[in-house]
């Protein structure tokens, strides 16, 4: 079993930065696909960035394509965000994908029913 907790959401200016972490708890954590997801108000949760286990491969979605930067380490998941735009604000939410082979060491999850567990999420806020 894999606990997440996000942190470093807050209320930024636009063309401002944020660091989103997600702690995770078990010792499988650094085995794990790891992803970035979001979703504001009156929308479907859609994705945003991921990572796999290995660190080695990321993927990104479209709006956030050299804007904003996913990394792990052995004990949490980082999502840099800059150059904010209000259009950024909604609720983050990190997952983790258990069914990974220890082989897939590039393997990037962007589907958000293929993740097994998910944190709480964190607000981020961008005003104009």
């Known amino acids: 079993q894999v606990k997440l907790v996000e942190s470093g959401g807050g209320l930024v200016q636009a063309g401002g930065s944020l660091r989103l972490s997600c702690a995770a708890s078990?010792?499988?954590?650094?085995?794990?696909?790891m992803g970035w997801f979001r979703q504001a108000p009156g929308k479907e949760r859609e994705f945003v960035a991921a990572?796999?286990?290995?660190?080695?491969a990321t993927a990104y979605a479209d709006p956030v394509k050299g804007r904003f930067t996913i990394s792990r380490d052995n004990v949490q998941v980082y999502l840099q965000m800059n150059s904010l735009r209000p259009d950024d604000t909604a609720v983050y939410y990190c997952?983790?994908?258990?069914?990974?082979?220890?082989?897939?060491?590039?393997?990037?999850?962007?589907?958000?029913?293929?993740?097994?567990?998910w944190g709480q999420g964190t607000q981020v806020t961008v005003s104009s």
């Open positions: 997952a983790a994908d258990r069914h990974v082979q220890i082989f897939e060491a590039g393997k990037v999850v962007t589907v958000a029913d293929e993740y097994d567990y």
């Open positions: 078990g010792r499988a954590f650094s085995r794990y696909p």
């Open positions: 990572i796999s286990w290995s660190g080695e």
